[in-house]
């Protein structure tokens, strides 16, 4: 006699698209049906569109917010965690994240003048005051947006957590932020994503203050931990799902290439004046600096210092200080 699969074993996973007002238009979360209840994946912004975008797709499934038992936020960006404090301190939610990245989000929410200290370490690459100030207005925003909230539980790489009575293995994969994380199901080998691979974009790695010090040496090595493992089913939260382990395998391998023609555009770039640069100039050659709001610029600078600081560690370029600005030359 054949054993009919369990719940547990083969939960229903139902993607919720929310509405982002940013240039990324939209974020995938993800709705959990298991023996335990419910559960998500990530909550999208705070805004009323995506409220209501939430509570209607619920419904079309049959759920309601107030049934949702636990949340699970993969990493610290408000597009992920923006209505966690909705469904975890007003509807009851357990809310469960990787330790690394809850606790530089308590940073963010709470430690004096963070916003001027990330900003003075950009100040330090060559970052003009004007850009400096529009990322200034940037953040702001974003404070505005973020109700504070704390994790009811933090979780670390390897541990099997439940999620709706459905157990999931956390895989933490450092890069996009520190302590970013995915969620394997085994039995079905279905990974949700996050933001570690999209499809269509190249998630943002980025050197910052408080950032790992080889954001992009940390990334690489978290892709190589999840290309070839064969997974069934890759489930991002921006853009389309990876429908076979050869597709996702296939997009890491683009996502390596990309970063690899890009320092080699940067070495290019470094080799043409013959003399140090600026982080910030470096970006401009790389960026349209002039067309991105505040976070973005903050993001692009980010990038391209996180690209310096692999070639460094390389030994393929060299920092050199100028008063109180570093820049950056061939070795």
Not at 78 to 106: I, K, N, Y
Not at 203 to 210: H, M
Request: glycine letters at 10%; hydrophobic letters at 45%; a negative charge.
């Amino acid at each position: 006699m054949t054993r009919r699969a369990t719940t547990a074993e083969r939960p229903r996973i139902h993607r919720i698209e929310l509405p982002l007002p940013l240039q990324l238009a939209r974020i995938n979360i993800y709705l959990i049906e298991g023996p335990g209840g419910l559960a998500l994946v990530d909550t999208g912004m705070y805004t009323p569109a995506a409220r209501a975008a939430l509570v209607e797709q619920l419904a079309a499934l049959g759920a309601r917010p107030d049934r949702i038992g636990q949340v699970f936020i993969t990493h610290f960006h408000l597009d992920h965690f923006g209505q966690a404090d909705w469904l975890q301190g007003t509807l009851g939610a357990e809310l469960l994240m990787p330790r690394v990245d809850s606790e530089g989000l308590q940073r963010w929410f709470f430690e004096p003048d963070y916003d001027g200290r990330a900003l003075d370490f950009f100040a330090g690459y060559g970052v003009p005051r004007a850009a400096l100030e529009r990322s200034r207005a940037g953040l702001a925003s974003m404070r505005a947006a973020a109700p504070v909230f704390g994790a009811d539980r933090q979780v670390e790489d390897g541990e099997v957590i439940e999620l709706a009575g459905v157990p999931f293995e956390v895989l933490v994969t450092p890069g996009h932020t520190p302590g970013h994380a995915c969620l394997h199901h085994a039995p079905t080998r279905t990974l949700l994503l996050g933001d570690h691979v999209l499809a269509q974009i190249t998630p943002n790695v980025a050197l910052s203050r408080g950032s790992l010090p080889d954001p992009l040496g940390a990334y690489r090595a978290s892709l190589a931990r999840v290309r070839g493992r064969g997974y069934a089913c890759g489930l991002p939260a921006h853009g389309a799902a990876f429908e076979t382990s050869a597709a996702l395998d296939a997009r890491i391998d683009a996502i390596v290439e990309h970063h690899a023609q890009r320092e080699a555009q940067l070495l290019g770039l470094l080799d043409a004046p013959a003399r140090p640069c600026s982080a910030y100039t470096l970006s401009e050659a790389l960026f349209e600096l002039d067309a991105l709001d505040g976070w973005e610029t903050w993001m692009a600078v980010g990038e391209t210092l996180a690209h310096l600081q692999t070639l460094v560690g390389a030994g393929k370029a060299v920092q050199v200080r100028c008063g109180d600005v570093t820049l950056f030359a061939l070795a």
